[in-house]
């Protein structure tokens, strides 16, 4: 029963440090509120924004899974800045094992990753 408990705690463990369990698999009384990311603080094409930018994904998303040219930004199209920041604060919410950041990350460094990010592309 011990070796039981200690497995279904570790799976727990697991999914939540991936990000949680999937929104299919969530009741909606327990799925999280929908977060609005508002506008950008500042204007997405600032050098300095972008420079600061590059500077957080080096450092983090980079070194530990995106790699330094991230084929799921450069010249993709379709994205909007709002999806991106989203995906950044909350996490890929199952869809992908992306965890969420947005206790990591404050408000304005997410919207300096989504800055860099559009500047590898073309969306």
């Not at 300095?48 to 500077?55: A, N, R, T, Y």
């Not at 995906?87 to 965890?99: C, E, L, N, S, W």
Request: proline share 8%.
């Amino acid at each position: 029963m011990a070796l039981l408990a200690t497995v279904a705690f570790g799976i727990l463990s697991d999914l939540a440090r991936a990000g949680g369990i999937p929104r299919s698999e969530q009741s909606e009384a327990e799925a999280p509120p929908t977060k609005i990311a508002g506008t950008p603080p500042f204007d997405l094409s600032d050098p300095k924004k972008i420079k600061s930018g590059e500077s957080t994904f080096n450092s983090t998303c980079a070194a530990y899974c995106h790699g330094q040219n991230p084929t799921l930004f450069v010249d993709r199209t379709g994205l909007t800045e709002e999806y991106v920041y989203n995906t950044i604060r909350d996490g890929g919410k199952g869809a992908t094992p992306m965890p969420p950041w947005g206790d990591v990350f404050s408000h304005e460094e997410i919207w300096e990753l989504v800055a860099y990010l559009k500047s590898l592309g073309k969306w």
